[in-house]
């Protein structure tokens, strides 16, 4: 069965994206992390935010601005929106329901990981009981302000167990499992 697995590259005082979604930010932290590049052979769908599906581009103006992770996956993307487009995008299908996209992305997935992509449905999928695992690349930089990981204000602690440690030249990575 699909894991749903939140990842996202995050600034050392927990910002994901700069102030209104701005990810240039993240452009400089890019770059070899054997840990990413071994996930991407392990992702088997995506679960996508609208605003991260219509946002900013860390590689806006080259070659893999609009690919996820620059080009470097491919596969069936499902974006949780609101409004769904009149007009159909490739490899994408707009899903306005958590509980379905969530099924659409684990049946699309075939029995790899379902990548969540964006704060608010990552937010969502913990609030439903439904996130399995969270992969942080944490780039050494403080941003100040922008949108965080997580963002629970007043929330209830959420325990997790480490599963792994491991750093590249532009990141320090942690992955974890929520513990149910």
């Known amino acids: 069965m699909a894991k749903l697995l939140y990842s996202a590259t ?6 994901i994206a700069g102030p209104g979604g ?3 930010w993240l452009t400089g932290h890019l770059g070899p992390n054997p840990a990413v590049e071994a996930l991407m052979d ?8 609208n605003r991260t599906f219509r946002g900013d581009d860390p590689h806006r103006g080259t070659e893999q ?3 996820p992770f620059g080009g470097g996956w491919t596969g069936p993307q499902i974006v949780l929106t609101h409004k769904i487009p009149d007009s159909a995008v490739p490899g994408v299908i707009f899903v306005d329901d958590l509980e379905r996209a969530v ?3 684990k049946a699309a997935a075939r029995g790899k990981y379902v990548n969540v992509l964006g704060a608010s449905v990552a937010q969502q999928c913990l609030e439903a009981g439904m996130l ?7 780039a050494p930089v403080l941003l ?19 599963l792994s440690l491991s750093h590249a030249p532009n990141a320090t990575n942690l992955w974890m499992r929520v513990v149910r």
């Open 10 to 15: 995050m600034s050392l005082d927990g910002f």
């Open 22 to 24: 701005d990810m240039s």
């Open 42 to 49: 392990e992702i088997g769908a995506l679960l996508v935010g």
């Open 65 to 67: 601005e609009g690919k």
């Open 103 to 105: 099924q659409q992305a």
């Open 132 to 138: 399995d695992e969270i992969f942080v690349c944490i």
């Open 144 to 162: 100040g302000d922008g949108v965080r990981l997580f963002d629970r204000p007043g929330g209830t602690d959420v325990k997790l167990e480490r």
